[in-house]
T-cell receptor, first 112, second 110 residues
Framework: NAGVTQTPKFQVLKTGQSMTLQCAQDMNHNSMYWYRQDPGMGLRLIYYSASEGTTDKGEVPNGYNVSRLNKREFSLRLESAAPSQTSVYFC???????????FGPGTRLTVT | QKEVEQNSGPLSVPEGAIASLNCTYSDRGSQSFFWYRQYSGKSPELIMFIYSNGDKEDGRFTAQLNKASQYVSLLIRDSQPSDSATYLCAVKTGRRALTFGSGTRLQVQP
């Protein structure tokens, strides 16, 4: 039982490049989330998926797209990376009984 | 006004003392509350959750909730240097995703 996994762990992009961050969970959770964390800003919700086949915007969705590929996997895509997207990205999933969230290890993204 | 507010700290306490971390929230309809610990460079880790007014204890940790005052706190007894981390308060309201505060950095001095 690996919990929530994310790939890659680190990535450096040039402005304008695209990439997809991958997330998977093996806890049979319905809801999955993408956050970004910047110094002094806490965790800000980018997109979430309450269940397979649905996605919704969070607090800071501009510049991102998501895909809920199946119940296990939820990917985040940057179509044209900008330096403002330099951040640490966390994926999370939610247990249905208590609404507690479990986080992946994070992806540290730098856009130059 | 931020939905979930925490003092950024750092809160510095000596080893063995009680650390008290506070969080206020703005939505009276919020129904569940979570405390996460985040070590530098790591992901947030759930340590406590509370739903009802009053205290909930788990080992050295006690979560306190006062819905009338819209206030949640986390007490860490017998603080250890290994407790040094950033503590994030999170609030769930209705069907919305969790809303996180920006965290309080705790430093436990040996």
């Amino acid at each position: 039982n690996a919990g929530v996994t994310q790939t890659p762990k680190f990535q450096v992009l040039k402005t304008g490049q695209s990439m997809t961050l991958q997330c998977a969970q093996d806890m049979n959770h319905n809801s999955m989330y993408w956050y970004r964390q910047d110094p002094g800003m806490g965790l800000r919700l980018i997109y979430y998926s309450a269940s397979e086949g649905t996605t919704d915007k969070g607090e800071v969705p501009n510049g991102y797209n998501v895909s809920r590929l199946n119940k296990r996997e939820f990917s985040l895509r940057l179509e044209s990376a900008a330096p403002s997207q330099t951040s640490v990205y966390f994926c999370a999933s939610t247990g249905t009984a208590l609404n507690e969230q479990y986080f992946g290890p994070g992806t540290r993204l730098t856009v130059t | 006004q931020k939905e979930v507010e925490q003092n950024s700290g750092p809160l510095s306490v000596p080893e063995g003392a009680i650390a008290s971390l506070n969080c206020t929230y703005s939505d009276r309809g919020s129904q569940s509350f979570f405390w996460y610990r985040q070590y530098s460079g790591k992901s947030p880790e759930l340590i406590m959750f509370i739903y009802s007014n009053g205290d909930k204890e788990d080992g050295r940790f006690t979560a306190q909730l006062n819905k009338a005052s819209q206030y949640v706190s986390l007490l860490i007894r017998d603080s250890q240097p290994s407790d040094s981390a950033t503590y994030l308060c999170a609030v769930k309201t209705g069907r919305r995703a969790l809303t996180f505060g920006s965290g309080t950095r705790l430093q436990v001095q040996p």
